[in-house]
Nanobody, 119 residues
């Protein structure tokens, strides 16, 4: 079955960095787009980064552009989110999501990893 397991969250001071990882299993990883979302206090879940399956095109939410970098390693079935210059408003639960393709329209979510930015 499809599994997405996030890791790398934690407590960091403002201006610091974290790298999140999401290890995928149960599907052909390279053939699906992947995204990172976050759920911050009082707000609906928002997409922070997306990476296409084929051409590797990446897009970012306006609030994280220039600070966050998403990448994927198809050999390791893993996507990463490098987060730099973290701010208190980046605090929240970060989720990995598998998108759909022409073979499987279903979407799957990981369990989330908590990121807290505080001094």
């Amino acid at each position: 079955q499809v599994q997405l397991v996030e890791s790398g969250g934690g407590l960091v001071q403002p201006g610091g960095s974290l790298r999140l990882s999401c290890v995928a299993s149960g599907f052909i990883f390279s053939t699906y787009p992947m995204s990172w979302f976050r759920q911050t206090s009082g707000k609906k879940r928002e997409r922070v980064a997306y990476i296409a399956r084929a051409n590797g095109i990446i897009s970012y939410g306006d609030s994280v552009k220039g600070r966050f970098t998403m990448s994927r390693d198809n050999a390791k079935n893993t996507v990463y989110l490098q987060m730099n210059s973290l701010r208190p408003e980046d605090t929240g639960v970060y989720y990995c999501k598998r998108g759909s393709n022409s073979i499987d329209p279903r979407e799957y979510w990981g369990q989330g990893t908590q990121v807290t930015v505080s001094s």
